[in-house]
């Protein structure tokens, strides 16, 4: 039988409480309380924010290194898009946003880490209905990512067709919290012994990976990038396309399955893996086995892209 506690025996419990992961939790921004803090058991969501049981917010992930936020307005621009797509709005400005975003990195006191943004319709109830919520949430993470060994990208990595379907076009171009075909997807490469998935669409044309965007060189040498119709348009997408513009043809066009097993390469590319190159596809070799010459262009420019364009966190 549990215990009837108090408001005394709650906080004893919550900052005693091993928490798992808290070791990564540099300082986090809740808007309720209008502060940051840096002690990660105090971390809490109230559980009827609509954020929490309907999926009902949406979010982003930024990465920061050597005192600079890389493509925060990229961020901050789709944040907005994905708001306005499902009829929120955040409760602070785009400007209000940004600066706090920069204070909580500071508060870390890391030199390099990922921050997550979430917006959420706000806490009020466990219905549907958004009118139970009177005001919404927000809540910024910032946290420490530990640097991949040179290895991940000299070896390259492993995909393979994930069970999963891809999300609607509409749905796919919102980046809402609700990642829960996200995280099936990936159980579902690592079921199969992979490392990374990807998912096609009801006509069986390539969408995406569970967090990243995939492109392939063809037997031409052209970059192509799948139709974004049931795919999230990824910043580190679109920064790489107009990187590789200056070395190489690009084009966006449907991707069937079987180019894949005939490409030059397979890269994948997001926020924390820059590009990285797909050396086994469904158990069968992508080229000669080894990351090829784009995949590592297009991870040297993006790397420079972020030294260069990094936005100072300091005003």
């Not at 994930?162 to 579902?188: C, E, F, H």
């Not at 784009?294 to 030294?307: G, I, N, T």
Request: charge should be negative.
């Amino acid at each position: 039988m549990a215990e009837l506690g108090s408001e005394e025996l709650f906080w004893e419990r919550v900052l005693s409480l091993p928490r798992s992961g808290e070791e990564n939790i540099l300082a986090f921004y809740d808007h309720r309380l209008g502060a940051i803090f840096t002690n990660p058991r105090l971390m809490l969501i109230p559980l009827d924010d609509h954020l929490v049981h309907r999926g009902d917010g949406i979010f982003e992930a930024l990465r920061f290194e050597d005192g600079a936020i890389y493509q925060l307005d990229e961020h901050l621009d789709r944040l907005q898009r994905s708001a306005q797509a499902i009829g929120l709005e955040p409760p602070v400005t785009k400007v209000e946003l940004d600066k706090l975003i920069r204070q909580v990195c500071l508060a870390g006191q890391a030199d390099a880490g990922n921050v997550m943004v979430l917006v959420g319709r706000g806490p009020g109830g466990f219905a549907l209905d958004i009118r139970e919520c009177p005001a919404p949430s927000l809540y910024i993470v910032a946290r420490r990512s530990a640097p991949r060994p040179e290895d991940f990208w000299a070896a390259g990595v492993s995909a393979v067709r994930t069970r999963i379907p891809a999300k609607q076009g509409w749905m796919s171009r919102i980046k809402s919290v609700n990642y829960l075909p996200n995280v099936l997807m990936k159980k579902d490469a690592v079921d199969q012994g992979a490392e990374f998935p990807l998912c096609f669409d009801d006509e069986g044309f390539l969408a995406e990976g569970s967090t990243e965007n995939a492109v392939l060189v063809d037997g031409e040498g052209t970059l192509v990038v799948p139709e974004l119709r049931n795919a999230l348009p990824g910043t580190t997408l679109l920064r790489a396309m107009r990187l590789a513009g200056e070395i190489m043809p690009v084009m966006s066009r449907p991707v069937l399955e079987d180019e894949l097993y005939d490409c030059r390469e397979i890269i994948l590319l997001g926020t924390s893996i820059d590009a990285v190159g797909v050396v086994r596809y469904n158990g069968r070799v992508i080229g000669n086995g080894r990351p090829g010459p784009v995949s590592a262009e297009l991870r040297r420019m993006l790397v420079a892209d972020r030294k260069a364009h990094g936005q100072p966190l300091r005003g």
